[in-house]
């Protein structure tokens, strides 16, 4: 298969870990027979320097005519001070939007390699935590109508939803249970808000469709509580754009392993954007420091979602797996102080991170 992928490494460690996920995709093509094809493009910060805009039409351009886009991370403190219309992070609504992505998968998954990280008492993990988020991506108060007054004194951000916008991510939803524990539930406020209400309505007319989904709804105050509580009754998660992000971070927090998880954004059709759940890291960019297994990780995503390559998506997960089983960690997942020093050379960098993953697919 020929794959053409758009990549953005956009800024602080983006380039970084974006060149390892190339790297072991290239590894994976090897080993299977596939040719991947990438093209560049700039946004983020990076892209503000170059061009003034932090999403270039052309990147878009780009990006929509490829088969799937790999981003690194946006933004860093050098951009933070300009306005809301000019920040790295509108490159990510506008990629978003422009790609019409409207699901996003965000897997929490504590690997049990690393569970020693994980900020929970052992006895809350015992089973293990593998949470899938399904965040709402293209609609909500992220993307309705805001504004001030003329005083500039008073200020507002509205949460609209419709319901076809509503269906097709429930049923992501619902078609991401079935591949689990097929366990769905719902995170809204439909004690106070409308949209929420509307979302219950249309999960309940949808349920039907899928009678061996079990299906739950929660207010999202009680869902941040019970993340830390009990996450083990989660298994996929349905949720609008804002209490998607909020939840997705603490999910992600709580697995220990926010270094090593992935991220998918899918639409109806063309191409999937595929990132690493970390930020851009700019403290560390460029040093060889950074954990590329994320990005590798988001890379399996994209060869499933994208081009229904589960076997080698497969083997990439196994050659990471393989690699954390012998010990080797880059410095965000080596524990604590004593830990790190007991690790001697297995405490490896960016690029040694990347061949050592490469090595493993070589072997698989
Ligand atoms: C995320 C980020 C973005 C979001 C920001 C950087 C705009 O927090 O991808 O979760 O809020 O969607
Ligand atoms: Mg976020």
Redesign the pocket.
Known sequence: MNCKITTIPGDGIGPDIVREGCRALDAIGKKFGHGFEYTEVKAGGCAIDATGEPLPKESLEACVASDAVLLGA??GPKWDTLPGAKR???A??GL?AGMKVYA?L?PALMFPQLSAACPLKPEIVKDGLDILIV?E?TGGI?FGDRGRNAAGDAAWDTEAYSRPEIERVVKIGFESAMKRQKRLCVVDKANILETSRLWREVAESMKGKWPEVELSYMYVDNAAMQLVRNPGQFDVIVTS??F??IL??EASQITGSIGMLA?ASLGDSGPGLY?P?H?SAPDIAGKDLANPLATILTCAMLLRFSFGLSREADAIEKAVSKVLDAGWRTGDIAGSAADRAALGDRLVGTRKMGDLVIAAIEAL
Do not use: A, F, T
């Open positions: 946006v933004g790295p992070e509108k990510l609504l978003r996003n965000r965040r991506l992220y754009n804002m998607g992000d997705s971070d991220s990132e759940i930020g």
